[in-house]
């Protein structure tokens, strides 16, 4: 009898708390400004081709680099195949939102979605890209959501065609963090505590959790006019496996210059020398030592890799009837650096590019070139890319460099149709 009373009672005061919300909100709406909701987006199809197959995801739309060679028993190279397919799974919207200051600051915030799904498996179900709440004062910002890790500068990225965004030259991952940063006239300071969910790297978002450390972050730029430039160091600890393997720290260091021409157009370069790097769709991840150490555990090392990639644009120019053009040209190299000590120490599964065949073959370096055509008129974008990828495949030494023997490539030409609202 008791509990059937505090179960009544119980719903009777939720029943309170939710009158009382309604008598009290249209006075709050009343004394503050409302908030408002913008809704964007665009609607984009890709058709592509592929000359050979590819490391990717979602149906090869999403591509890194070309798988190696495979000889079947008629002596012909099996990855040596060429492919067709259209999706429409970058279709994006975008809500963003505006509403009363707080502690003295504006606040905004956005939430925005993808069909690109999660996985293969659910691939045209809605995804989250961003989530995220700003408090902006005069000079600082706090930003605390999911976005961008702050190695994908936004203010300077590829503009290619290709979902890939640059990848795998570009650091490409979407973090849950707090962000802090501050200008102070040209110069613009930011640190940030990040943690991991769909761009994870070996043994998934709990090898962060596990070593109670956040990926830590920090970076300057300097801008004047149409010039910036700026750099940063990043910090991860990863515990894999607590009870097998010892924890893993990794750095990375990059640096990037960007500059706009009169008008339109830009010219964009950027840089990495990072360790541990699969997170961020690169190229390489951990090795452990073949034997175990003192604590009956296996001690690892991260593998190292350098990245650069540039990009010259025309920008989109108009003309007297509002068509506008782009002429652009991206290309990107990745070295794989291997590790820092010389024997017995093996990549585990899921370092990229690191034995990735029954053939023992693993890449030594990937490089890239694509030109683009676009042409623009009103809300509605035509893009024709012409991107070639080559890696070259080899043996690995005993640091888990690589002795390159054979280079492969593919030809891909995408052509994407685009509507924005």
């Known amino acids: 009898m008791c509990q059937n009373w505090g179960g009544l009672m119980g719903r009777i005061s939720v029943l309170y708390i939710f009158l009382a919300i309604g008598i009290l909100l249209p006075g709050i709406s009343n004394a503050q400004t409302v908030p408002s909701v913008n809704f964007s987006g665009f609607i984009k199809t890709d058709a592509y081709l592929d000359t050979r197959n590819m490391v990717s995801a ?3 739309q999403f591509a890194l680099f070309p798988m190696p060679p495979s000889v079947g028993e008629d002596g012909n190279d099996v990855n040596e195949n060429t492919q067709f397919n259209m999706v429409s799974i970058q279709t994006r919207l975008l809500a963003s ?17 993808a069909f690109f799904g999660v996985t293969d498996a ?18 600082t910002q706090l930003m605390v959501g999911q976005f961008w890790h702050p190695m994908f500068v936004t203010q300077s990225f590829p503009n290619v065609v290709s979902f890939n965004t640059g990848v795998p030259f570009q650091p490409f991952s979407r973090n849950p963090q707090v962000r ?18 769909d761009f994870t790297g070996i043994g998934g978002s709990a090898s962060l959790r596990n070593s109670a450390i956040p990926n830590l972050h920090g970076q300057m730029q300097f801008h004047s006019g149409a010039f910036r430039t700026g750099a940063g160091v990043d910090f991860k600890r990863v515990d894999i496996s607590p009870a097998e393997l010892e924890p893993v720290n990794s750095f990375a260091y990059f640096g990037f210059v960007s500059y706009g021409f009169a008008g339109s157009g830009a010219l964009r370069i950027y840089g990495v020398y990072g360790e541990n790097m699969t997170d961020h769709l690169m190229l390489g991840g951990v090795a452990a030592r073949d034997t175990p150490n003192a604590s009956n555990r296996f001690d690892t090392r991260p593998t190292r890799l350098y990245s650069l990639w540039t990009e010259l644009s025309s920008g989109f120019r108009g003309d007297a009837e509002g068509v506008r053009y782009e002429i652009a040209l991206f290309s990107g190299y990745s070295k ?41 008129s009103g809300n509605v974008r035509f893009s024709l890319e012409l991107e070639y990828t080559a890696a070259g495949y080899g043996i690995l030494n005993p640091d888990l460099t690589t002795t390159k023997n054979t280079t492969v490539g593919n030809f891909r030409t995408l052509f994407g149709a685009y509507l924005f609202f």
């Open 58 to 60: 979602r149906e090869g």
């Open 97 to 113: 939102i505006t509403g009363p200051d707080a502690f003295g600051a504006r606040t905004s915030g956005l939430v925005e979605a």
């Open 122 to 139: 659910n691939i045209n179900t809605l995804r989250l890209r961003h989530a995220l709440l700003r408090l902006d004062w005069d000079h």
């Open 180 to 197: 802090l940063t501050h200008n102070i006239e040209a110069l613009t300071f930011m640190i940030a505590a990040l943690s991991q969910r």
């Open 336 to 376: 794989n650096l291997g590790i820092n000590e010389s024997a017995n120490f093996t990549p585990l599964p899921g370092s990229r590019g690191l034995i990735l065949s029954s053939q023992n073959q693993s890449i030594d370096n990937v490089w890239r070139i694509a030109p683009r055509f676009q042409v623009q």
